[in-house]
């Protein structure tokens, strides 16, 4: 009798720059993914958010988990740039975070900038 499929919470243990993006999805690592991404410290995740949802702290809440390996979140935002709300802002700023928004690809590119230099930056991008 074979196994049932089973459907795990999309998860690359590592850090990598993103190769390119578009068509919904991300290309890293020799990989592609499909969706929205948290680029955090422990790894890659897999993150529910499509362009459009509000940018609440809930959304957040693995970034807050890691807060303490994060000096800069970079917030893609999709194809356009929408500022955080106040509360969000006020929230990173809680956990001593300094968070950009910008166009998902804006942050794509600037985030694989900051991890080749080594610095403690996340990224949440929003799939174009």
Do not use: C
Request: proline fraction near 6%; charge should be neutral; glycine fraction near 10%.
């Amino acid at each position: 009798m074979r196994k049932p499929l089973e459907i795990r919470q999309a998860h690359f243990p590592g850090r990598a720059p993103i190769d390119s993006y578009g068509n919904g999805g991300f290309r890293f690592a020799d990989m592609s993914h499909r969706g929205s991404l948290l680029m955090l410290p422990s790894g890659i995740y897999g993150w529910e958010m499509v362009e459009g949802d509000p940018l609440t702290a809930d959304y957040f809440q693995r970034v807050f988990e890691e807060a303490e390996g994060i000096e800069v979140i970079l917030v893609g935002t999709g194809k356009d740039i929408r500022p955080l709300p106040a509360a969000l802002k006020a929230k990173f700023k809680e956990y001593a975070i300094s968070s950009d928004p910008m166009s998902t690809g804006a942050a794509i590119r600037t985030y694989n900038i900051m991890l080749a230099e080594s610095r403690a930056v996340a990224a949440a991008l929003i799939a174009v």
